[in-house]
Structures are given as structure tokens and as C-alpha cells.
């Protein structure tokens, strides 16, 4: 469906009109409203929120050439995870040391254009004192934030889940918006191995609708994330069929909600076989297979994809990013990663001040990776062992 809104097309933001500093005055409310009739019915549909020119200056500024996220945002829990992979216990400070490692690294913002991050890390300072959120600003990084309250069990479903999280939304969208935050994130799942039920598809896409609706009417850009997880031995043809279906029902809902295509960025599952399937595909049939999904479900008003690794490894993820950048899309086709950016970055550092700078090095490496990938142009020359290590963890929470 088309998009409600009647946008012209909006330059790139500066970092200047979406930060001063940490405080930022909201704009007054301002009237805008399509208008459609028939002999039969008058319809009048709400578009954009009062934020709509900002909304999408910052979806650009997002998708802007050669640039994708760094997805930063693990819960306090999954970072222990990580940080007891390395040997560290799970304390803010730790915490705070490696968020300060990933947002100062030097010429970070050359590769990353927006940082997705936890609530905790968006209040925080870095270990020099300085917000972590005006880091980000200074390297030309949009701050994002993370809003649901995580996954819970769906009743009456097929053993599915459901994302909690839409009560009080509008509330703290509005004081994230102001704390620096200019989009936001909300990751619901679909298990193939389960179905996926009709129950669970139309769950996770009307509490996507209704998220980015509300996170929209605060400023904040939403990205759409409905992810296809890559539990099961199902091959990729079973993979495609599913993701059409939850697609479809994700935008109508999106259509029903008044939700601006050109102010959202999405963040799809690459369409992969199952991590389980006896059949692999090559990054040439990932890309043909999701690229077609995008052509037959994805509107050309959107402006972002932000594909996620989903247990990928780094290399992988890389390939399967630049194949579907071998020849001009509609959309800015990009990546929104976390552990595809992060996995050899954290084992480098191991959490020793001394291994910082060789840790940041690492993460800008595997970031100028992607970033080759987004504009076509990897060779997947000098890799390491690391980065083709395979990182899926089945049934994933974070």
C-alpha cells in the first residue's frame, strides 16, 4: 500500500538540527491530514506526526552510502554473556568500559551512521565522564535506543512468543527523544519451526504497527524488525514462503496505523535456509532470494534496510551483504549488526586496558568490511579465522 504521507525529498541531516547539546526543544504540534473521497464515503487519514521533515532527515541520514548500524543494544544480562565469554564479571563498570570502547573508537562514524542502544548505555558516560550519547554525536552517529521490554510466551500459539512492551511506550519514547535519542528499535520474532501460527504473524505485526506509530508521533524513527529466526532444518524455499506472509501482514498493518514509510527503516532477516538445513546456499542465492522478497513486499518509500546477521558469522554476514549490493536497489540496503560487528572486537579485547586500542582497531575493520559490502565493492581478501566462525545459538534471547 502507498505510503499516507506527501513528502518532498528531504536532504541529509546535519547532526546540528537533531542534537544541541542534551537539550532539545520539542516542536508544537502542527495539523496535517490526506483527505480522500468518493461518491460513497469521506475519509480523512492522519498522516505524519508534527516530526515528519525530521523524521525523514534522520531515516537519510541513517542510509546514507556506505554506512549501516551498529547494533549496541543487548540487555544488561546478554551483555554479562558476553563479558563471561571473556572472563569479566557482569558490572556496570565492566559494562560501561566495553560501550566506551565500541562509541570512541577513532573514525568509527565513517563506516557507522546510527548506534542502536540499551537504556542504561543511553544515560551513561563513558569512562572519561562524557555522555555516551554526545560520543556519538561528535563522530556523526545517530543515538537510537531500544524500546521493547523483551519476548514473552503467546498464549493460545504454538509455543510462539509475543513483544511486550507498548504499555507507557509513548511516555518513554518522548523522554528518549529528548535524553538524544533519534530512532528506535523494537525486535519481535517468528519461528518457523513452530508454525509460524496466524496468531503469532499477526501479533508480532500489529505490535509493530503500533510501535512505530507511536515511536513516529515522538520523533524517533522505528525501525521495523520482525525477525524469521534461523531455528530449523526447513530450506531456504520454506524460508522465502514464510517471510512474504509476515511481510504482507506487517505493512497492512503498518498502512492501518497511519505508520510513514519514508520515516521508518526496516530490519529484515536475510532469507537463509534453516541454521539446521542439510542444504547451504551461496551468498548469490541469498541475495536473489532476498531481494526478490524485498521487490514484492517492500515499498520504494522506505528508505532502509538494515538486514541483521541472525547468528551469522562476520564473514558470512559481510558476503551476503555485498551480493545483494551487485547491482542498484530502490532502498539504501545495508546492515544493522551486532555480533557480526562485536565477536572478534570483544575477544580481542578480553578485557585488559591494553588491548583496547588493538579492539577498536578490529571493530573498524570488520565495519569498513560492511561498509565495502553496502556499496558492492568486498573482496573478502584478508579475513580471519574469527570472522568465519559461525555465531547461531538456537532459540537466541537478548
Known amino acids: 500500500m502507498a505510503s499516507t504521507s506527501l513528502l518532498k525529498a528531504s536532504p541529509v541531516l546535519d547532526k546540528s538540527e537533531w542534537v544541541k547539546g542534551q537539550s532539545v526543544l520539542f516542536r508544537q504540534p502542527s495539523s496535517a491530514a490526506v483527505v480522500l473521497r468518493n461518491r460513497a464515503t469521506s475519509l480523512t487519514v492522519r498522516a505524519a506526526s ?4 525530521e523524521l525523514v532527515k534522520t531515516a537519510k541520514t541513517i542510509a546514507s552510502p556506505g554506512r549501516g548500524i551498529l547494533a549496541m543494544d543487548e540487555s544488561n544480562a546478554t551483555c554479562g554473556k558476553r563479558l563471561d565469554s571473556i572472563g569479566l564479571e557482569n558490572t556496570e563498570a565492566n559494562r560501561q568500559a566495553y560501550r566506551t570502547l565500541l562509541v570512541s573508537a577513532p573514525g568509527l562514524g565513517q563506516y557507522i551512521s546510527g548506534a542502536i542502544l540499551f537504556e542504561e548505555t543511553l544515560y551513561q558516560s563513558t569512562t572519561e565522564g562524557k555522555k555516551m550519547v554526545d560520543v556519538l554525536v561528535e563522530q556523526n552517529i545517530v543515538p537510537g535506543i531500544k524500546v521493547d521490554k523483551g519476548l514473552v510466551p503467546l498464549v493460545g500459539s504454538n509455543n510462539e512468543s509475543w513483544c511486550q512492551g507498548l504499555d507507557g511506550l509513548s511516555s518513554r519514547t518522548a523522554a528518549y527523544y529528548q535524553q538524544g535519542a533519534r530512532f528506535a528499535k523494537w525486535r519481535t520474532v517468528v519461528s518457523i519451526p ?24 515522538s520523533g524517533l524513527v522505528p525501525i521495523v524488525e520482525p525477525e524469521i529466526l534461523l531455528d530449523g532444518e526447513h530450506d531456504i524455499d520454506r524460508t522465502y514462503e514464510v517471510a512474504e506472509k509476515v511481510w504482507a501482514e506487517v505493512f497492512f498493518y503498518l498502512a492501518q496505523n497511519n505508520v510513514m514509510f519514508e520515516g521508518i527503516l526496516l530490519k529484515p ?53 555485498n551480493a545483494m549490493n551487485q547491482a542498484p536497489n530502490p532502498w539504501h540496503v545495508s546492515f544493522s549488526y551486532a555480533r557480526a560487528l562485536q565477536n572478534t572486537c570483544l575477544k580481542t579485547w578480553g578485557g585488559r586496558a591494553e588491548n583496547v586500542n588493538a579492539a577498536q582497531t578490529t571493530l573498524l575493520t570488520r565495519a569498513k568490511a560492511n561498509s565495502l559490502a553496502q556499496l558492492g565493492k568486498y573482496t573478502g581478501e584478508g579475513e580471519s579465522e574469527e570472522a568465519k566462525e559461525g555465531m547461531f545459538v538456537k532459540g537466541y534471547t537478548y
Open 194 to 217: 513452530n508454525g509460524p501460527s496466524a496468531l503469532a504473524v499477526k501479533e508480532a505485526a500489529w505490535g509493530l504497527a503500533r510501535y512505530a506509530a507511536i515511536s513516529q508521533d
Open 50 to 53: 508534527s516530526y515528519a521533515d
Open 269 to 321: 532477516s536475510m532469507v537463509t535456509p534453516g541454521a539446521e538445513s542439510k542444504d547451504r546456499a551461496t551468498p548469490e542465492q541469498v541475495a536473489s532470494y532476498t531481494l526478490k522478497l524485498l521487490r514484492n513486499r517492500i515499498p520504494p518509500a522506505v528508505p532502509g534496510i538494515m538486514f541483521l546477521s541472525g547468528g551469522q558469522s562476520e564473514l558470512e554476514a559481510t558476503l551476503n551483504l
